[in-house]
């Protein structure tokens, strides 16, 4: 009797585990995003690594330490939601090739924009992000 119960809550256990090493949601706590993502709306986001990323993909990463107000967080941690304009070797989009002065986007670098241009902090006002905050990609939204 107790070992189908051990089996199950290991194997429960496993299976939390796993989910949270893949994936996490984040809700929304800004406009930079609109239409697209409003605030208060969920997104469920895959953690993945930069060989995966694609232009058009909308990712998370840590937030600069000059970003104020946090547009989500995860823990103590603050997050923004982007879209990626820009990944390493394409050439740099026109809306921010004074704030990345390079004709293709350097290595270890992504342009990121928000949807909401004229209320966003992306690379049009802080240039390139580090791939090494990239948190993941948002799979979809989940509601509010």
């Not at 709306?41 to 953690?47: E, K, S």
């Not at 390493?88 to 949807?115: C, H, N, Y």
């Amino acid at each position: 009797m107790i070992r189908p119960l051990l089996v199950a809550a290991v194997l429960s256990g496993t299976i939390l585990w796993w989910v949270r090493g893949h994936y996490v949601v984040i809700t929304v706590d800004g406009s930079s995003m609109e239409p697209a993502y409003r605030p208060g709306d969920r997104l469920l986001v895959r953690r993945t690594s930069a060989d995966k990323l694609r232009r058009g993909d909308v990712v998370v990463v840590t937030a600069s330490p000059s970003t104020s107000p946090p547009f989500g967080a995860v823990g103590d941690r603050r997050w923004v939601v982007k879209r990626i304009a820009g990944l390493p070797g394409e050439v740099v989009p026109p809306e921010v090739a004074r704030r990345v002065p390079q004709l293709t986007v350097p290595a270890g670098q992504l342009i990121l924009l928000g949807d909401n241009a004229a209320n966003s902090v992306d690379s049009r006002t802080a240039g390139g992000y580090a791939i090494d905050r990239l948190l993941g990609v948002v799979l979809r939204q989940l509601g509010r």
